[in-house]
């Protein structure tokens, strides 16, 4: 049976760069962002996201980000696969661990969720998961 984990997430570092802006044509770029979590996961995130902006204010997104920390107080590190939106100043995903990739007594840890951000740079996280 899986667990409700919740958690806040503070966004920490954020470097974003385009790596093509044509005229007539949504802008492509790539961002390597830091943060920390608190809550039911606690740690250090560092992600890499990919970004489509039709529009300057809209984009989707998807990610993979390493979390180095805690769940339910077992230690290790885990991957989280990240698929979401930007619009209004709001970002919102859908996440999942990816499967295989904990290590130390987060080895066998599976789970799905999702964040929404707010303008402080935190987010509210939620996390289905099971070891």
Do not use: C
């Amino acid at each position: 049976m899986a667990t409700q984990g919740k958690a806040t997430f503070q966004i920490t570092g954020w470097d974003e760069a385009p790596y093509e802006d044509k005229k007539g044509t949504a802008k492509l770029s790539q961002a390597h962002v830091t943060n920390t979590f608190d809550g039911d996961i606690k740690g250090d995130g560092s992600a890499e996201y990919l970004m489509a902006y039709p529009t300057p204010e809209k984009a989707t997104f998807v990610g993979l980000q390493r979390v180095s920390g805690t769940v339910e107080g077992k230690r290790g590190t885990f991957v989280l696969e990240a698929r979401g939106t930007f619009e209004n100043g709001i970002a919102k995903a859908d996440w999942s661990v990816v499967p295989g990739s904990g290590t130390g007594e987060l080895e066998n840890l599976a789970g799905d969720g999702s964040y929404e951000s707010k303008s402080d740079g935190s987010a509210d996280v939620v996390l289905s998961y099971k070891f």
